[in-house]
């Protein structure tokens, strides 16, 4: 399966972006398997922001954003969505999503098929 993460953009603090995590092509089945998003700002080790299980039953977040993004998953479309509110601009970053390798992982899951990232920019 490939990944391919869009939906990136400039925006001001206290704003929103959508990103998407779409999966394509064949071998692993997008739908069976855990997805997380991720995050890496210059000089920063990357660092895990959500994840969703196989069926969407089960969210995990970072601290740092629980209460303003939210992870979702469309399986028909092999689509995960993170939607991030009340941006800050320490959110900017790289964001990239992660197709674990079970069904349901949180941060510590083994993440081993990545997606290229897209650039999150917030303005103050």
């Known amino acids: 399966v490939q990944l391919q993460a869009s939906g990136g953009g400039l925006v001001r603090t206290g704003g929103s972006l959508r990103l998407s995590c779409a999966g394509s092509?064949?071998?692993?089945?997008?739908?069976?398997?855990?997805v997380g998003w991720f995050r890496q700002a210059p000089g920063k080790d990357r660092e895990f922001v959500a994840s969703i299980n196989w069926s969407g039953s089960r969210t995990y977040y970072a601290d740092s954003v629980k209460g303003r993004f939210y992870i979702s998953r469309d399986n028909i479309g092999n689509t995960v969505y993170l939607q991030m509110n009340s941006l800050k601009p320490e959110d900017a970053a790289v964001y990239c999503c992660?197709?674990?390798?079970?069904?349901?992982?949180?941060?510590?899951?083994?993440?081993?098929?990545w997606g290229q990232g897209t650039q999150v920019t917030v303005s103050s």
């Open positions: 992660g197709q674990s390798s079970s069904s349901d992982s949180d941060s510590r899951g083994h993440y081993d098929t």
């Open positions: 092509g064949s071998g692993r089945i997008f739908s069976n398997h855990a």
